[in-house]
């Protein structure tokens, strides 16, 4: 899951972008208000979080440009203009929740999982496909029954192509769903935690599309 975080305070900033790691999310951070609507336009993400008072462009007109566009991610604004009109004014405007600064962030944590559970439609966050069964929330992995251990990355390569069960996933799209701006992204870094998947679930679990990308097998 990606996570776009969008924050002028240096402090929040750091806290959310830290917790958001901690959560198993890949995030990117942006300052102002310019900066914001540049990465939306250019990038896909799971999820928005959207301070409202920022430099170059108010946050509020962030989300109203967003949504006239027909953009459907999911927005989370955290603010500390604590009105009630300016919290009805982001849920109207098209926010999907709304956090008032200070706040807690295991909170920030649940209500992010909890709007991108509603914008995909499922009740259950659970994520099956044959024998194997993810759940984001509780970041737990299970084939034939047996819980798997993985590593955060190895983590969202697999949720990556869980989402869509079945269909070719691009290696570029792997490594959006894993890697933030400024990240380091070895040359065959994908494929190594391709490599481990396999070996910690079943070689035949993760096929490879040659040239296109991975999709997942339907094993039993
Ligand atoms: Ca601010």
Do not use: C
């Amino acid at each position: 899951m990606r996570v776009l975080v969008i924050e002028d305070d240096p402090m929040i900033g750091r806290a959310v972008v830290a917790g958001l790691h901690d959560g198993g999310y890949t995030v990117d951070w942006v300052r102002d208000g310019a900066d914001a609507e540049l990465a939306l336009a250019n990038e896909v993400y799971d999820l928005a979080l959207l301070d409202l008072g920022l430099p170059r462009r108010d946050g509020l007109e962030i989300l109203k440009g967003l949504r006239r566009a027909g953009g459907a991610l999911p927005v989370v604004i955290i603010t500390a203009r604590d009105a009630v009109a300016d919290r009805v004014t982001g849920l109207d405007n098209g926010a999907d929740d709304y956090l008032v600064k200070p706040f807690d962030l295991d909170e920030l944590l649940a209500r992010a999982r909890a709007v991108i559970r509603r914008r995909e439609g499922r009740p259950s966050p659970e994520m099956s496909y044959g024998a194997l069964t993810i759940d984001p929330v509780k970041r737990v992995v299970t084939f034939r029954g047996a819980r798997v251990d993985l590593s955060p990355r190895e983590f969202a390569v697999l949720e990556a192509l869980m989402k869509e069960p079945g269909a070719v996933v691009s290696r570029e799209k792997l490594e959006d769903a894993v890697y933030g701006w400024g990240e380091e992204v070895g040359s065959n870094s994908i494929e190594v935690h391709l490599h481990h998947l396999r070996r910690k679930l079943k070689p035949q679990l993760i096929r490879n599309v040659r040239g296109v990308g991975y999709r997942i097998a339907q094993l039993q």
